[in-house]
């Protein structure tokens, strides 16, 4: 028997198909392949860069599913269960909103799937048929002994980092985080010498671990960083700020290989801070200066990431992050527009409030493109909010501000190594934003 794993693309351009050229591997496809049965055929198509043959024969499809390609991966669904296909999916979407979703499957599977992937196995292997749910739970993570079929990655031109996980959720109660919601603030942690024997078993030496916030429990964080310390790999993750209050954490974290981190700035506003309860960004609040100066004298080369379009910002606010992140020199940064997942807080409020654009379900919505306002924000319209955030990522991704975040020597000139990462990605999301700005969700 055969199963077929895909990874959706998000959309299409205007006038073209969208390919993405800072694609990484579909990890969890890869844990799925791994926890399939020798005796199933496993294939995996990404359609971020290749064509889907919907008519090659397979047994079962099975798709996983963000907001941002629900569209699309409706449309691959339709098309396998035209041929008389069973397709089922998972992911953070169908157990954000199972009620939607599976309206477009024939199953379903809400939670982490790794707890229930044998029994779809099974019941298509016996009974030639699967459930139309399986409720698993988050957090199971990779069972004992399991490794990622990674040869499913060979020759689809990924980016040459390894992606790995050790932990997954986050405790902290951000309104707007799909993750908060999905993990109900709770963080499960692999044992380490799981962790320890993958990075061992795989032949890179830059690593991302995925996990969601790598510092969400300090103490088995500090044993993490001890014991990968030994591999002299590089590595790169998400970290909470809170993380800077602790030296000795910093300190095992630098010294076990760590490049940088994507951490979540969020806001320059505290009262914006407070009204998405962004706790560890929150106490003895000073602009992030302490913060700032706390991650160049340890030399690590940081990806910021801030949401745009708080009820207490105003469009100059907007102006103030992208100055503030310039004058940080920030070897990356994301500017994202404030999003309404469904099943977070801050969804719920703005669908109370009828704030919600594109009839709550943006993601569906035909006339909604990519990183455009989904709601009505409280002191500017969703145009404006579009309009300006998009302004200071032309102005983030131009050729004098990269060249002038650059001149940063604690960080980006630190070192041949540094400068080669930064000079590598830079022009690689420089392009990819004007790519996908705009951009049509699905490709029909």
């Known amino acids: 028997m055969k199963i077929t794993l895909i990874k959706p693309n998000i959309g299409r351009m ?21 926890l399939t049965p020798p005796e199933f055929d496993v294939v995996l198509f990404d359609d971020r860069m290749e064509e889907i043959p919907y008519d090659e024969k397979t047994d079962l499809v099975a798709i996983t599913v963000e907001t941002f390609t629900a569209r699309r991966a409706y449309e691959i669904a339709k098309e396998f269960r035209a041929r008389g296909t069973p397709v089922i999916m998972g992911g953070f979407h169908p157990t954000l909103i199972p009620e939607e979703v599976k309206n ?11 707890g229930l992937w044998n029994e779809v196995c099974s019941d298509l292997k016996n009974y030639k048929k699967i459930k139309p749910i399986y409720k698993s739970w988050p957090g199971i993570g990779q069972p004992l002994g399991v490794l990622p079929r990674r040869d499913l990655f060979k020759n689809k031109g990924y980016l040459p980092i390894t992606l790995l996980q050790y932990g997954r959720g986050c405790e902290f109660a951000c309104n707007f985080c799909a993750i908060s919601a999905f993990f109900n603030q709770k963080n499960f942690r692999r044992p380490l010498e799981e962790v320890v024997n993958e990075i061992k078993t795989q032949g890179r030496k830059i690593l991302f671990f995925v996990d969601d916030n790598i510092v969400a429990h300090k103490p088995s964080a500090k044993e993490l960083f001890k014991a990968i310390t030994p591999l002299k790999r590089r590595w790169v993750s998400q970290g909470s700020l809170d993380m800077l209050d602790d030296p000795e954490l910093m300190d095992l974290m630098k010294k076990s290989g760590l490049l940088g981190n994507v951490i979540g700035f969020e806001s320059i506003n505290p009262q914006a801070l407070k009204e998405m309860k962004k706790s560890p960004n929150i106490g003895n609040f000073d602009g992030y200066q302490t913060q700032i100066t706390k991650l160049e004298n340890l030399g690590l080369q940081t990806w910021a990431a801030f949401t745009l379009g708080h009820d207490w910002e105003q469009i100059e606010d907007i102006y103030k992050t992208y100055d503030f992140a310039i004058r940080a020199k920030f070897t990356f940064a994301a500017y994202n527009i404030l999003m309404p997942y469904p099943g977070t807080p801050l969804y719920k409020r703005l669908e109370e409030e009828k704030r919600l654009l594109y009839d709550g379900k943006w993601w569906l919505h035909p006339e909604y493109r990519f990183n455009y306002a989904a709601f009505r924000p409280q002191n500017m319209t969703a145009d404006q909010l579009t309009e300006h955030v998009f302004e200071i990522r032309k102005r983030w991704n131009s050729f004098g501000a990269i060249f002038k975040r650059f001149l940063a020597p604690k960080t980006n000139m630190r070192s041949l190594e540094r400068a080669i990462i930064y000079w590598s990605y830079n022009p690689l999301f420089r392009k990819e934003t004007f790519k996908k700005q705009g951009m049509h969700f699905g490709q029909k």
Do not use: F, K, N, T
């Open 14 to 34: 205007e006038h073209s198909l969208y390919v993405d050229e800072g694609r990484m591997e579909p990890l969890q496809l890869g844990v799925i392949a791994a």
């Open 104 to 114: 477009y499957c024939d199953s379903i599977m809400v939670g982490d799937a790794e």
